[in-house]
């Protein structure tokens, strides 16, 4: 299918404040898939503010793509995890609840490769 809009649209980047809410709380964000993702192995996925902020942050350093830059970031920081997940968290005592804590250095370790 080839068309052709007789109406173009110049849209403003997406500012921090945006990407967060995006990341946070639209259902189709990566931070929820994620989620959803290790909570299907029963592991309670979570991010420290600070990972948040380097993400935004990262994200809204690339500001042709958008929101897309924020699947792009977390793909990147998650890929290893989402392998293996039982393997990426230690393990809980039985009957207690096991989390995966993404914290900033982790954000900055795999942002770095």
Excluded: C, W
């Amino acid at each position: 299918f080839i068309s052709r809009f007789s109406v173009i649209a110049l849209l403003g980047d997406l500012d921090r404040k945006s990407l967060r809410e995006i990341f946070l709380n639209v259902p189709d964000s990566p931070f929820l898939r994620a989620r959803e993702y290790f909570a299907t192995f029963g592991i309670d996925l979570q991010f420290e503010e600070a990972a948040i902020d380097r993400i935004i942050a990262e994200a809204s350093s690339n500001t042709r793509i958008g929101a897309r830059a924020l699947h792009e970031v977390t793909a990147r920081i998650m890929s290893d995890f989402e392998f293996d997940p039982q393997h990426a968290v230690s393990a809980a005592p039985a009957g207690h609840p096991v989390t995966l804590r993404i914290s900033r250095a982790t954000v900055e370790k795999h942002l770095a490769r």
